[in-house]
């Protein structure tokens, strides 16, 4: 019984190495066997691919030349799509961010392109407004009645060319003093009268022309004898005339300037009609939005004081409306943002 299970165990050590053996030679055959089919099938595709050559070339080629038509009427489209410098000017100067805007068109200044020109222009008037350094102050404004003038020296049928012109001359005669503000007097009315003429809808232009009507209406005795020193017919207007201005300019574009509530409810008052008067300085007070500029500031300032002066109304009662005011336009944000996180939601 020993010596059979000695012989045995001999005939499992004889067998172990010999089975290795065997299923190693089975893999390698399988291994082969898919190689040889692989190599078959590769040779079998290359005979085919020799056979059609030209017409997978030219198919490739069609394709290419198709697909690079197509990105390339894609990015045109795109190229079209995406806003160009004007357009974001203007949506930046409608959302009253001036440093944007001036730093936008500063970026992309085209000496040639009148409408770049005069927007940076605009742009420069609007720095003056906004810093508090009087030198700053001066060197924007002299720097926008530049780029105006190369604006209207391209384009002179450009109405806002001559309008803006015409705002900056007299701005920067306002750093010459009374005297170079009346010498310019004349010439700044003529170019508003001529953007007007150019654009018989352009509301700026007839405020403007309203507002030098109503300087010159309400001329001090001193100012006066300055202008009449420097003319032998000084410039001169009336309140009437004035208010014809600034009413044609709202009746083309209603509620398009917070001066122009102002200025209606000054002359009105200039002319006696209290209830006309106060109708618009109150307008004006509630004219301001979330985005408030500071010359709208000022606006309100204005329409402010002229109802103190006349005794329009209380300042108490005026703080209490304007705290009304200030709870109903919270309430509206937050609507405005519930109505938002609803939404993503």
Known sequence: ???????????????KPSQKFASYLHRNYARTHFLK????????????????????????TTVSAVSWFVKKEEAEIKEDKQPSVIQKADELYDANKTIALYDLLKENLDENDDEILWRLARACR????????????????YEGFDYVKKALE??????ACHKWYAIL???TAEYGGTKKRIEN??????????????????????YSIGHWCYLFADMSWYTKKIASAIFSTP???????????????????????IWNHVYLGKTYMKLGDEEKGKKYLMKARGLSGPNTSIDEREAMMEAFRTLLEYKLIDPKILKEMDKKKEMERQKETEKEKEMKENKER
């Open 37 to 60: 089919n692989r190599w078959y099938t590769i040779q079998k595709c290359s005979m085919l691919k020799l056979l059609s050559r030209r017409p997978v070339l030219s198919s490739l």
């Open 126 to 141: 609007d720095m003056s407004l906004m810093t508090k350094n009087f030198t700053r102050k001066k060197e924007y404004m």
């Open 185 to 206: 007097a004349y010439l700044v009315k003529d170019h508003f009268v001529r953007a007007v003429e150019l654009n018989p809808k352009d509301a700026t232009s007839m």
């Open 1 to 15: 019984m020993a010596a059979t299970m000695e012989n045995l165990h001999r005939f499992i050590k004889l067998f």
């Open 169 to 171: 001359l007299d701005k």
């Open 235 to 257: 410039p001169s207007s009336t309140f009437e005339e004035a208010l014809k201005y600034f009413e044609m300019a709202e009746e083309v574009d209603p509620d398009f300037y």
């Open 154 to 159: 391209l384009n002179e049928k450009n109405f």
